[in-house]
């Protein structure tokens, strides 16, 4: 071999080893600078970072689930609270591998639920739980949830005997009044395939101060797992997140907590690593009161069962908007929905013509009849020249059209002779109403623009779910829906309440609330007060009152329609007369309204009290009942007596 043979191949060894120098610095400079933490890849796309990858492989960690925020009453009542249950759970990684001795585990598990489950039964759901691959514990099944303490008790005494098995703790939604106030308060229950879809990226947001190199912070800190509550009416829908502004925030879901451990190449314990408590989530003060509820719903329960119908009761401030009560009738236990139906009795429930999954109060439509006047009284004084001394005379009915249709009064075939505007008013006389259209000037068009203007034909925007707006008709409505043109009987119909309008009770709350505060039309607020969890670091919230609109009209014309609704009690042939008490300073306005030919008058009963001062508005409806004197204002007059008595005027 030449010497210059050799120093080629030198050469060409020291380039090799040079090249292979260069692609190991390469190699380490990709794994520990440029690819350790998280990178995006020439396409955009989001990796995780090796640094991650390797602390995925040499931890594990368990979400220990956080109990939900409690709903109170205005004083402080609990209405839902979060207990405890236990659940049977497998881990995997800790059964035997022994078939023997996997099947003896399988035995003496079937001994111990004492029936409630079989071997088979146990021998499939291990199968299951195990193909799934989890490190986790898992529940057994429907059979081992909320289980009784003798046989939590039974699985600890022989925890040494039971490899795999332990009992975990977890929370279920409670209601300790079962139906009272079950339709605002809604229901908590497991989360749905669509709703994790819709949730499942959204991260706990972390404290101030909280580092994020801590190693839990490692992995993704979701706020929803597969096995999480979530609201799904009522408060506990509108208050699981906060949607108004920037990413959506928890309120009621709490922080879990999370124990996260060292394992070892089987995904076994070693140690603990770190471990975060869980943290209960935000306190909710509600602006019902527990008190006035109770009384509503035991009133409204006697009345609806003795017609066979339905009713609603919805009690407001008339200064801030707060609603003290608001209850529907039927209803159901709450506890029932967190628990979970049996297939029989949810079709015995959703078969019921009465509805009683429906919050009646802003989900149910209905004509107001006569208790609409109050309405139309506003709207006559503010576009025609009717004053209050303009008399009509009442025959009982009257004729119209061509065809010379009937038009009778309520008292029809007696009559309420000559009377006055406020005369009208507290006698709800149908034929002053009809009088005001045809000799007073009164259109259709104005009694539109005032029944929008007091909140009608639209959602109050109270926050919870299935609001519907009911309807304010006009011409070109009927003509878009209808295919006919407006008739002067369409207006005789809408100005005593009937036609095709239809409203919820909560609607006329808040008109009535509007006609004893001076023409402010308040936005109802359901929730006084959140006081948010320790973590989050902040004050809290307060509700404040909010005005949707002004109704423009003038003073004048509001305290004519009060002084209407105040003669209905006090003089001795109002609608409301059997209300009059010195004590009571009720003013309201009776309404019956035909919804079906065949079937009883709705009875309706809006006022509001203390007369010269307002301070609470009241609405109550029970469906096919006959007249509001008899059926809904004795409700209405206990409710706001024990308002006044509680808060005063």
Request: glycine share 8%.
């Given at each position: 071999m030449t010497l210059a043979g050799f120093d080629i191949r030198l050469k060409a060894l020291g380039v090799l080893m040079g090249v292979v120098l260069i692609a190991l610095i390469g190699r380490l400079w990709m794994l520990q600078i440029t690819r350790w933490s998280d990178y995006c890849t020439s396409d955009g796309e989001l990796r995780v970072g090796y640094r991650k990858l390797a602390l995925f492989n040499r931890t594990a960690a368990i979400r220990t689930p956080a109990p939900r925020g409690t709903i109170y009453d205005r004083q402080g009542n609990m209405l839902a609270e979060t207990r405890a249950v236990w659940s049977a759970c497998i881990t995997p990684a800790d059964l035997p591998d022994d078939l023997a001795q996997r099947e003896e585990l399988i035995v003496r598990l079937a001994s111990i639920f004492r029936g409630s489950a079989t071997s088979a039964e146990i021998r499939e759901a291990i199968g299951g739980i195990c193909a799934q691959g989890s490190v986790d514990p898992l529940p057994l099944g429907s059979f081992a949830e909320d289980i009784p303490l003798e046989i939590v008790a039974d699985i600890e005494e022989h925890r040494s005997e039971l490899p795999g098995v332990s009992v975990i703790e977890h929370f279920r939604r409670h209601y300790p009044y079962g139906k009272l106030a079950a339709h605002?308060?809604?229901?908590?229950?497991?989360?749905?395939?669509?709703?994790?879809?819709?949730?499942?990226?959204?991260?706990?947001?972390?404290?101030?101060?909280?580092?994020?190199?801590?190693?839990?912070?490692?992995?993704?800190?979701?706020?929803?797992?597969?096995?999480s509550e979530f609201g799904q009416t009522g408060i506990e829908w509108a208050l699981e997140l906060n949607r108004s502004n920037g990413p959506p925030t928890p309120i009621l879901q709490g922080r879990h907590g999370i124990l996260e451990y060292q394992v070892d190449v089987r995904n076994r314990p070693l140690r603990v690593i770190r471990e975060r408590l869980p943290e209960r989530g935000a306190s909710v003060y509600l602006t019902l009161d527990l008190e006035l509820q109770k009384l509503a719903e035991e009133a409204l329960h006697q009345t609806v069962e003795h017609y066979g119908t339905t009713g609603v009761v919805v009690l407001m401030d008339v200064r801030t908007g707060e609603v003290l009560v608001m209850c529907s009738r039927p209803s159901v236990d709450a506890?029932?929905?967190?628990?979970?139906?049996?297939?029989?009795?949810?079709?015995?429930?959703?078969?019921?013509?009465?509805?009683?999954?429906?919050?009646?109060?802003?989900?149910?439509?209905?004509?107001?009849?006569?208790?609409?006047?109050?309405?139309?009284?506003?709207?006559?004084?503010?576009?025609?020249?009717?004053?209050?001394?303009?008399?009509?005379?009442?025959?009982?009915i009257i004729h119209e059209g061509t065809d010379h249709q009937?038009?009778?009064?309520?008292?029809?075939?007696?009559?309420?002779?000559?009377?006055?505007?406020?005369?009208?008013?507290?006698?709800?006389?149908?034929?002053?109403?009809?009088?005001?259209?045809?000799?007073?000037?009164?259109?259709?068009?104005?009694?539109?623009?005032?029944?929008r203007a007091f909140g009608l034909g639209e959602s109050t925007n109270c926050g919870l779910p299935a609001e519907v707006d009911g309807l304010v008709p006009d011409r070109t409505w009927k003509l878009d829906e209808k295919g006919e043109g407006w008739w002067t009987g369409d207006t005789l119909q809408f100005v005593i309440g009937q036609s095709?309008?239809?409203?919820?009770?909560?609607?006329?709350?808040?008109?009535?609330?509007?006609?004893?505060?001076?023409?402010?039309?308040?936005?109802?607020?359901?929730?006084?007060?959140?006081?948010?969890?320790?973590?989050?670091?902040?004050?809290?919230?307060?509700?404040?009152?909010?005005?949707?609109?002004?109704?423009k009209a003038a003073p004048e014309s509001l305290k004519m329609v009060r002084d209407g609704m105040r003669?209905?009690?006090?003089?001795?042939?109002?609608?409301?007369?059997?209300?009059?008490?010195?004590?009571?300073?009720?003013a309201g306005k009776t309404g019956s309204a035909q919804s079906y030919l065949d079937r009883q008058t709705h009875a309706w009963f809006v006022c509001y009290a203390p007369d010269d001062h307002p301070r609470?508005?009241?609405?109550?409806?029970?469906?096919?009942?006959?007249?509001?004197?008899?059926?809904?204002?004795?409700?209405?007059?206990?409710?706001?007596?024990?308002?006044?008595?509680?808060?005063?005027?």
């Open positions: 605002v308060l809604g229901y908590a229950r497991g989360i749905t395939d669509e709703q994790y879809e819709e949730v499942k990226e959204l991260e706990c947001p972390a404290p101030p101060g909280e580092s994020g190199d801590d190693t839990e912070a490692v992995r993704a800190d979701r706020v929803y797992a597969r096995d506890n029932r929905w967190a628990a979970g139906f049996t297939d029989e009795a949810y079709e015995t429930l959703a078969n019921d013509p009465r509805k009683p999954f429906y919050n009646k109060a802003i989900s149910g439509e209905y004509p107001p009849g006569s208790a609409f006047k109050i309405i139309s009284a506003v709207a006559a004084l503010q576009t025609t020249s009717v004053r209050p001394s303009h008399t009509f005379v009442c025959g009982g009937p038009f009778r009064c309520w008292v029809y075939p007696d009559r309420h002779r000559r009377l006055d505007f406020l005369w009208a008013i507290a006698k709800s006389c149908d034929v002053y109403f009809y009088e005001l259209v045809r000799k007073g000037g009164l259109t259709s068009e104005a009694i539109a623009k005032y029944a095709f309008l239809t409203v919820t009770p909560l609607q006329m709350t808040v008109a009535t609330a509007a006609i004893a505060n001076g023409g402010k039309v308040l936005k109802p607020q359901l929730v006084r007060k959140i006081v948010w969890p320790a973590h989050v670091r902040r004050g809290p919230t307060i509700y404040k009152a909010q005005v949707t609109r002004e109704v003669l209905a009690v006090t003089a001795e042939k109002g609608t409301a007369h059997n209300l009059a008490d010195p004590n009571l300073p009720l609470f508005a009241c609405a109550v409806l029970v469906t096919e009942a006959g007249y509001g004197s008899t059926a809904a204002a004795p409700i209405a007059a206990k409710v706001m007596g024990a308002a006044l008595r509680k808060y005063g005027g």
